[in-house]
């Protein structure tokens, strides 16, 4: 009894981190910031994508070196805020680019 006790008290307190995750997280936030205000997401979506434009060196008009691309690491991290909605924080290379609640149907 006393162990179901602890886990409902943090049930809730994670519950109620999630709810106010949408208005605590900026654009611009680094993942590290996310966690601090928002815990650990419930699922996280990864993907790499290639970069469209690759950085050149120019020099004098010449180019003098091509970098190498890096690919473009997109996250989504998901909360839930109750049964019928969640959070979802976008991330583009560990930054948050756009946050929105989704709610079912």
Known sequence: ???????????AASGAASADCLTAVQLGD????????????????REERSRTNAVEMVRGGEVTAQLPRQPL???RWYYETSL?????IHLEDSGV???ERLRRE
């Open 30 to 45: 680094p993942a590290f910031v996310v966690i601090e205000k928002c815990g650990e997401p419930q699922r996280r979506e």
């Open 97 to 99: 680019v756009k946050k």
């Open 73 to 75: 690491l997109l996250e």
């Open 84 to 88: 019928n909605a969640a959070t979802v």
């Open 1 to 11: 009894m006393r162990w179901s006790i602890v886990l409902t008290v943090l049930s």
